[in-house]
């Protein structure tokens, strides 16, 4: 599958952006899916993943309560709504698929993606 993630861009402390992550290929319900974000100078971290029933989300504690995953089969998208931006949310954010997976222990982990997009650009002014 590939990814096309987009709607990134600037936005000031408090607002809120809604990226979306499009999925070529007709197996997207078979796909668990996440958002990685990478800050200047920092490593990729995980932000948030779905599993492929769409029902179960995973977040990292950071963004809880701010940040919400979802996803439309019917447009093979995963949406990522972020509120209540801060300046720390400023990044680089990848979208991830793996087909079938991936295993619990690995949702968190980049190593437990096989498809990534381009990334997209989001910056949070103070």
């Known amino acids: 599958v590939q990814l096309q993630a987009s709607g990134g861009g600037l936005v000031q402390a408090g607002g809120s952006l809604r990226l979306s992550c499009a999925a070529s290929?007709?197996?997207?319900?078979?796909?668990?899916m996440a958002w990685f974000r990478q800050a200047p100078g920092k490593e990729r971290e995980f932000v948030s993943a779905?599993?492929?029933?769409?029902?179960?989300?995973y977040y990292r504690d950071s963004v809880k309560g701010r940040f919400t995953m979802y996803m439309d089969n019917t447009k093979s998208t995963v949406y990522l709504q972020m509120n209540s931006l801060e300046p720390e949310d400023t990044a680089v954010y990848y979208c991830?698929?793996?087909?079938?997976?991936?295993?619990?222990?690995?949702?968190?982990?980049?190593?437990?993606?096989?498809?990534w997009g381009q990334g997209t650009l989001v910056t949070v002014s103070s």
């Open positions: 290929g007709r197996t997207f319900s078979q796909y668990g």
């Open positions: 779905i599993r492929r029933s769409g029902v179960t989300t």
């Open positions: 991830a698929a793996r087909f079938q997976g991936p295993i619990l222990s690995s949702i968190r982990t980049s190593g437990g993606y096989t498809n």
